[in-house]
Structure formats: C-alpha cells, structure tokens
C-alpha cells in the first residue's frame, strides 16, 4: 500500500479526496442501529424480564453479572448474589407494562454500544391492588454480543 493511501471503512466516502464521511450512509448507519436497539430492548421487556419476573423470580438473577447495580427506591444493591437474595424475598407480583422506551448509547458508529431501557406501567404484589411504576435499565453488550442488565433503577410510585 503506498504511504499516502487513506484506508476507509465502508461507511466512510469512496471518495480519494477527503476522508469525511458520507452523511447519508451515517444516517442510514444510525437509522438501523436505533432499529436494532429498539427491537432489542422491547423483545427483553415484552417477552423475557416481565415475564420471568412474574412467573421464574428465581431465574431472574440470569439477566445479571457481577457488577450490575439495582437501585429499589433508592436502595442500592450491588453484585449478583446480592441483587439474587433481594428479588427472593419479594412477594409474587404481576406487572402490566404501558410504555417501552429503548436508545441506543453510542460512542461511535463502529463499536457495539448499550441500550437505555425505560418502562412505565403498574405492579401488584401479592394480590395487593396495582401500584404504577417506572424502571431504567441499561443493557450492556458483553464481548460474545450478548447482553445483560448492568443497571437497573426501579422506582414505585405513590398515588397523591
């Protein structure tokens, strides 16, 4: 390769002349990672956490690693045995969601990034009537591309 040739990653312009990148294939590039963050995360909350956390509660603590931080109300619970012995000790609960909200947190358009998660909807515990809720999570891309949650922030909210 000569020392004056510019390698280019494919979403950058084939043009010689500048190294800028091409605006609409950056569009196209963020269009589709925001698509995928969105089916992602949606598939994690209709389909997988709600459903074990209302029907597998001891398998819940599968979604965690080591250094995933839940935050209950204010409550902090650090590392997975931790997060484990918590959720054993709630009451059976059932959750009805409302809204799901997923974004991308991309520090460039090369690199895997983690999704920012938020939930609105009601939880009743132990037959108890439905309360509303709200919960953040931020799914972490692990090396083999999985994800797992590394933040969960839930809070119930008091009716006035």
Same mark, same amino acid.
């Given at each position: 390769t000569?020392?004056?040739t510019?390698?280019?990653?494919p979403?950058?312009? =084939?043009?010689?002349?500048?190294?800028?990148?091409?605006?609409n294939?950056l569009a196209?590039?963020?269009? =589709?990672i925001?698509?995928?963050?969105?089916r992602?995360?949606e598939y994690?909350v209709s389909?997988? +956490?709600y459903?074990v956390?209302d029907?597998?509660r001891s398998d819940?603590?599968?979604? +965690?690693?080591?250094p995933?931080? !839940?935050?209950?109300?204010?409550t902090?619970?650090?590392? !997975?045995?931790?997060?484990?012995q918590?959720?054993s000790?709630?009451?059976? =609960?059932?959750?009805?969601?409302? =809204?799901?909200?997923c974004h991308?947190?991309?520090?460039?358009?090369?690199?895997?990034?983690?999704? !920012?998660?938020?939930?609105?909807?009601?939880?009743?515990?132990?037959?108890?009537?439905?309360?509303?809720f709200?919960?953040?999570f931020? !799914?972490?891309?692990?090396?083999d591309?999985k994800?797992?949650?590394a933040q969960?922030i839930?809070?119930?909210?008091e009716?006035?």
């Amino acid at each position: 390769t000569p020392p004056n040739t510019v390698h280019r990653h494919p979403i950058m312009a =084939s043009s010689t002349s500048s190294i800028s990148p091409d605006p609409n294939q950056l569009a196209l590039r963020k269009k =589709s990672i925001i698509d995928q963050t969105a089916r992602g995360g949606e598939y994690f909350v209709s389909e997988l +956490y709600y459903r074990v956390y209302d029907t597998l509660r001891s398998d819940l603590h599968h979604f +965690y690693e080591e250094p995933s931080v !839940l935050i209950w109300n204010g409550t902090p619970y650090q590392g !997975l045995g931790t997060i484990r012995q918590f959720y054993s000790h709630l009451p059976p =609960s059932k959750h009805e969601i409302h =809204s799901i909200d997923c974004h991308p947190i991309i520090e460039n358009l090369e690199t895997a990034m983690n999704i !920012l998660v938020t939930v609105v909807g009601r939880v009743s515990y132990d037959s108890r009537s439905a309360g509303a809720f709200h919960q953040t999570f931020i !799914l972490a891309r692990r090396p083999d591309g999985k994800y797992y949650v590394a933040q969960d922030i839930m809070r119930l909210v008091e009716s006035t």
